[in-house]
C-alpha cells in the first residue's frame, strides 16, 4: 500500500509561482508513473499532468502547459510540481496520485490533497 502526502499549498498572489511536493510511502517509489489533478470548489477533477518513472515521458494539461512543471526525485521518494505564474483560475486542491499502468491512465493510490489559492 502506497501512501501519498501532499504540502506546499497556501495563498498566493497572482502572477507569483508556488512548488508543491508529494512524498511517497509504502512502496517503491520509482515503480509508479505519477500524476498531479486539481478539484476547484463545486467542479469536477482535472487533469494537470504526469511523468513516468524515470522522467522520460512527461505531459501537461493545455491549461498549465508553460506554466506548470512536473518533476520527481526517486531517491527522495517525491515528486514536484512547480507552478509559475499562477493565475486566479489555478485555485484548487492539489493531489498527487501513482499509477502502475501509463497507457491506461488509471491511478492506483491517491494523496489527500493540498489547497493552492490564488488571489487576483
Known amino acids: 500500500q502506497v501512501q501519498l502526502v501532499e504540502s506546499g499549498g497556501g495563498l498566493v498572489q497572482a502572477g507569483s509561482s508556488r512548488r508543491l511536493s508529494c512524498v511517497a510511502s509504502?512502496?517503491?517509489?520509482?515503480?509508479?508513473?505519477m500524476g498531479w489533478f486539481r478539484q476547484a470548489l463545486g467542479k469536477e477533477r482535472e487533469f494537470v499532468g504526469r511523468?513516468?518513472?524515470?522522467?522520460?515521458?512527461?505531459e501537461y494539461a493545455p491549461s498549465v502547459e508553460g506554466r506548470f512543471t512536473i518533476s520527481r526525485d526517486n531517491a527522495r521518494f517525491t515528486v514536484f510540481l512547480q507552478m509559475n505564474n499562477l493565475k486566479p483560475e489555478d485555485t484548487a486542491s492539489y493531489y498527487c496520485?501513482?499509477?502502475?499502468?501509463?497507457?491506461?491512465?488509471?491511478?492506483?493510490?491517491w494523496g489527500q490533497g493540498t489547497q493552492v489559492t490564488v488571489s487576483s
Open positions: 511523468i513516468s518513472r524515470r522522467s522520460g515521458n512527461i
Open positions: 496520485a501513482a499509477a502502475v499502468n501509463w497507457i491506461s491512465r488509471e491511478y492506483n493510490y
Open positions: 509504502g512502496g517503491t517509489f520509482s515503480n509508479y508513473h
